[in-house]
């Protein structure tokens, strides 16, 4: 399979408690993105890296949320002492962007996170 | 800032029938337009798109042109199978390259 992966594809956590997700992009792909989607909403943008530096973040990341990218490959996005608030299906894109082209972005099947 | 409206679902029809979701848009300079489909339990994907004024995007029978001079990249299909049921969003890209989204149409069609 050389689609976006992602995992968990599910996570209940407690309220205050850390959770990590990972995504694995399509292994030739430059530009690694994460979106927040909640029930009945598009996705939001939360971050996104080319390679291994994070060119942008939204207002929407938090203090307690902090991704990587450390070798330009896989991704990890972590939710420090997490709310209920952050109760949502975390989104993983990636996409080849070159030359001035863009190039679509390929989604993962998402993470979702529960908060009790 | 840049931002799209998309029709409230859900949409239900019946197998066959002619299907029109509304996606209008706000946004500086001519950004491209997508049309994504999420199915149950499944990822994102890319059903079409249009990048300039007036292009045609078309993929699985389904069709929607990119107006200029009304905002608009309304996603039709002519004939609808009960396989098309999903969630569909618009969603425009910027001038970074981010993706801006709709809020999604829940389609349901009827045998």
């Known amino acids: 399979d050389t689609g976006v992966s992602q995992n968990p594809r599910h996570k209940i956590t407690k309220r205050g408690q850390n959770v990590t997700f990972r995504c694995d992009p399509i292994?030739?792909?430059?530009?690694l993105y994460w979106y927040r989607q909640t029930l009945g909403q598009g996705p939001e943008f939360l971050t996104y890296?080319?390679?291994?530096?994070?060119?942008?973040k939204s207002r929407l990341l938090s203090d307690r949320f902090s991704a990587e990218r450390p070798k330009g490959s896989f991704s990890t996005l972590e939710i420090q002492r997490t709310e209920q608030g952050d109760s949502a299906m975390y989104l993983c894109?990636?996409?080849?962007?070159?030359?001035?082209?863009?190039?679509?972005?390929?989604f993962g099947p998402g993470t979702r996170l529960t908060v009790l | 800032g840049d931002s799209v409206t998309q029709m409230e679902g859900p949409v239900t029809l019946s197998e066959e029938a002619f299907l029109t979701i509304n996606c209008t848009y706000t946004?500086?300079?001519?950004?491209?337009l997508f049309w994504y489909v999420q199915y149950p339990g499944e990822g994102l994907q890319l059903l079409l798109k249009?990048?300039?004024a007036d292009d045609k995007g078309s993929n699985k029978g389904f069709e929607a042109t990119y107006r200029k001079e009304t905002t608009s990249f309304h996603l039709e299909k002519g004939s609808v199978q009960v396989s098309d049921s999903a969630v569909y969003f618009c969603?425009?890209?910027?001038?970074?390259?981010?993706?801006?989204w709709g809020a999604g149409t829940k389609l349901i069609i009827k045998p």
């Open positions: 894109a990636s996409s080849l962007v070159s030359s001035g082209r863009y190039n679509e972005q390929f």
């Open positions: 292994s030739e792909h430059n530009r």
């Open positions: 890296f080319q390679n291994e530096a994070q060119l942008e």
């Open positions: 946004a500086t300079g001519y950004p491209s």
């Open positions: 249009a990048t300039k």
């Open positions: 969603a425009l890209r910027d001038s970074n390259y981010q993706l801006i």
